[in-house]
């Protein structure tokens, strides 16, 4: 049995925008998720994943489809569900050079799904790296990032950048531009997260911001300035030592940008009644910024407060269904102890 884990993420700035080109800042956060992996000699795949919304099933596939199901939910549903793993299991047997590898695959994660923080791309990538090593293969994190990368883009029809899957393989904060993908030095960000219990269609609400910047300038130019945004965030950080605390005046400032960029992102329609309230929520209990983080429509929230007053406020905030502190994840994909 091969056990890796790999952390979810928020993003500190430029979500969207980054799947135009622009530069994003995402940070990977204390919750993973674990991918187990045992090699089988019949070329089937196995995966429990108890975590999905659907209620906790156990799928079997590899021959005919007509195998697939051994849990009463639509065919589509089953599908869309188990497509990240899928992607992942091909890619694993491309990496180790074999086509016909089957396993048994058991997935558990601490990551809400469909919320934001990421759950996605630490699927893959913990799923990449347990399925390789199971093989016989070892990938580096960058191959296990660039791989994993792959499988969300074919997932996702195409749309989706970097940032997500490079920050749960290596951890920490990292910033992507394009192809251009690099890790950064931040200090331990004081993140606190609100969860409005929902979720987001990560390839629908991307598509919406497609139309809108490809029917109006003024929206290709909001895009554009998601980016202007980011790169003072990251000359900011780039000011900080990131061996202290952060000073309140850099949270500050971080904050006021982080404020901008979750209006730009209300305006370019990924926002929700839910974030939007969970935002307020904790500006209003002194948070120093506050914004949507990942795809939008649904699911969580980033604000910037080292004391408790945020996580309380938006505990008794009746459009959050949780509220918890994310530390910085220092390491990204890693093997585990089964
Ligand atoms: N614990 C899990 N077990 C199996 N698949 C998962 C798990 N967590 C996430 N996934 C896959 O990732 C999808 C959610 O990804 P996405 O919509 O990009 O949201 P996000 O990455 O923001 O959480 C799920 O529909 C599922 O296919
Ligand atoms: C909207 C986007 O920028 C981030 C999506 O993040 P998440 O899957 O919602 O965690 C898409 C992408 O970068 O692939
Ligand atoms: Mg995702």
Redesign the pocket.
């Known amino acids: 049995m091969t056990t890796c884990s790999a952390p979810g993420k928020v993003y500190l700035f430029g979500e969207h925008a980054v799947v135009y080109g622009e530069p994003a800042v995402p940070c990977a956060i204390e919750r993973r998720?674990r991918v187990a992996v045992e090699p089988r000699a019949d070329g089937r795949v196995r995966v429990d994943?108890a975590?999905?919304s659907l209620d906790g099933f156990t799928v079997t596939w590899g021959g005919d489809i007509d195998d697939r199901p051994d849990v009463d939910v639509p065919a589509p549903l089953l599908s869309?569900?188990?497509?990240?793993?899928e992607a992942a299991v091909d890619q694993a047997r491309d990496a180790a050079d074999a086509p016909e590898a089957g396993f048994d695959i058991t997935?558990?994660?601490a990551?809400?799904?469909?919320?934001?923080?990421?759950?996605?791309?630490?699927?893959v990538v913990a799923g990449i790296d347990a399925a390789t090593r199971a093989l016989g293969t070892e990938l580096d994190p960058e191959a296990v990032a660039r791989r994993a990368y792959e499988a969300e883009y074919e997932v996702?029809d195409g749309q989706a950048s970097r940032a997500?899957t490079f920050c749960s393989a290596m951890g920490g904060a990292v910033r992507v531009e394009g192809d251009d993908t690099r890790t950064i030095d931040a200090p331990p960000l004081p993140f606190v997260v609100g969860y409005d219990g929902g979720?987001?269609?990560?390839g629908a609400l991307v598509a919406g911001v497609r139309a809108l910047r490809e029917e109006h300038d003024f929206a290709a130019d909001t895009v554009e300035t998601v980016g202007d945004l980011t790169r003072e965030g990251e000359r900011l950080l780039a000011d900080a030592d990131p061996d202290r605390e952060p000073s309140g005046e850099l949270l500050a400032d971080l904050g006021e940008l982080m404020d901008f960029n979750h209006g730009l992102l209300e305006a370019l329609g990924v926002s929700s009644r839910s974030l939007d309230a969970m935002v307020w929520a904790a500006r209003e209990a002194g948070a120093h910024g506050a914004k949507l983080t990942?795809?939008g429509g649904g699911?969580c929230t980033v604000a910037l407060d080292p004391s408790d007053e945020t996580e309380h406020a938006l505990g008794y905030s009746a459009e959050c269904e949780q509220s918890f502190r994310a530390e910085l994840a220092t390491e990204g994909v890693r093997v585990e102890e089964p």
């Open positions: 998720a994943a975590d999905l869309a569900a188990m497509e990240y793993i997935v558990e994660s990551i809400p799904l469909g919320a934001g923080l990421g759950s996605s791309a630490a699927v996702q997500d979720a987001g269609d990560t990942g795809a699911g």
